[in-house]
């Protein structure tokens, strides 16, 4: 590879007093993981679990030093198995990416073939990362509700955190999808920005969580997306309509679940875990072309702050205490 073997990767490493330190430092493609594909990162992008891996968060990352980056879309340089050619455009989300395998956070990465999925037409590499991890989370929750038979006539959809990256995608994927949205948010502002994803109706996180103690609540959502987790979650489960679902894919609120089994056998209420790391291979080109077509954000555009890897630092920080609204892209072609 000559020069190109050089690259310039956000490296995280432990220091002896268990301190969590971020540089950008010069990296070699020699150095990286062992892998057949060989990709040079145009886009990565931010999700709260990179923050977490950023910041040495032990549920994500223990070796260190390590590149996070749990997405990434580029150019294919080199693939020994021949399952690409150099110069296919590639998308890598899940699986090991940026936990413990250096990530998207550096212009190279080294990966198993298995792991990368053909950019599929009608989204560039730029727009792959704009979606990302949260967006693929997104659509995969809206296909296991449509698989589920939620249809748009059947009532209002609740998505939870919906100013995040996977809450405002999947407004805006349900919003295109034809059904009736209702975003909840903790933060009240950004009704404009939620409506402007074709949100129907925005509540404050409290109005979902109102009387949570009770053993079940009024019936008002004929399925949801939930990224919350925790008493949210419960509160959720306990206010879905007789037969609704409920999808499950994160925890920015707590991991725990305190709930009750009368939703389940009183109402008949589905919850459904949504797993965007070892999704199998088909169902994840599935989602990516759904992605690149009918449930392609229009405002894509808009909903994407793009940063260089010397941005990231605020970024991160920035991500973990809810102050990012939308999703971040991470410009590796210019860092």
Request: aromatic share 6%.
């Amino acid at each position: 590879m000559g020069d190109m073997a050089k690259f310039k990767a956000l490296v995280v490493e432990k220091t002896s007093d268990k301190q969590f330190v971020r540089e950008i430092r010069e990296r070699s493609v020699d150095d990286l993981p062992p892998g057949d594909l060989v990709i040079r990162v145009h886009y990565s992008s931010l999700n709260y679990k990179d923050a977490l891996s950023a910041t040495g968060h032990p549920g994500v990352t223990r070796q260190f030093p390590h590149t996070p980056g749990i997405d990434a879309a580029g150019e294919v340089v080199s693939c020994e198995s021949g399952a690409f050619a150099p110069g296919d455009k590639v998308i890598v989300t899940g699986y090991d990416l940026g936990m413990e395998t250096d990530g998207g956070w550096g212009q190279y990465v080294r990966i198993p073939s298995e792991w990368a999925v053909r950019l599929p037409e009608g989204v560039t590499l730029r727009e792959a990362m704009a979606l990302g991890t949260a967006g693929f989370t997104a659509a995969l929750s809206v296909l296991k509700l449509e698989r589920a038979g939620v249809r748009p006539a059947d009532g209002d959809i609740l998505v939870t955190g919906a100013t995040g990256g996977v809450g405002s995608i999947a407004v805006s994927i349900l919003a295109a999808a034809g059904y009736r949205v209702t975003a909840a948010t903790g933060k009240e502002f950004d009704e404009d920005f939620l409506k402007g994803l074709g949100a129907t109706a925005v509540i404050g996180r409290d109005d979902v969580t109102a009387g949570a103690e009770k053993a079940l609540l009024a019936e008002r959502w004929a399925g949801a997306v939930d990224v919350v987790g925790g008493q949210t979650l419960a509160a959720v489960l306990k206010s879905t309509k007789y037969g609704g679902t409920v999808t499950c894919c994160g925890l920015v609120g707590s991991p725990e679940l305190p709930v009750n089994v009368y939703p389940f056998i009183l109402r008949g209420v589905s919850l459904l875990g949504i797993d965007s790391v070892q999704c199998p291979r088909g169902l994840r080109e599935e989602v990516w072309q759904r992605l690149a077509t009918d449930w392609k954000p229009v405002q894509l555009g808009e909903m994407a702050t793009e940063c260089t890897l010397a941005g990231l630092e605020v970024m991160t920080q920035a991500i973990l205490h809810g102050g990012i609204t939308g999703r971040v892209v991470v410009n590796l072609l210019e860092s």
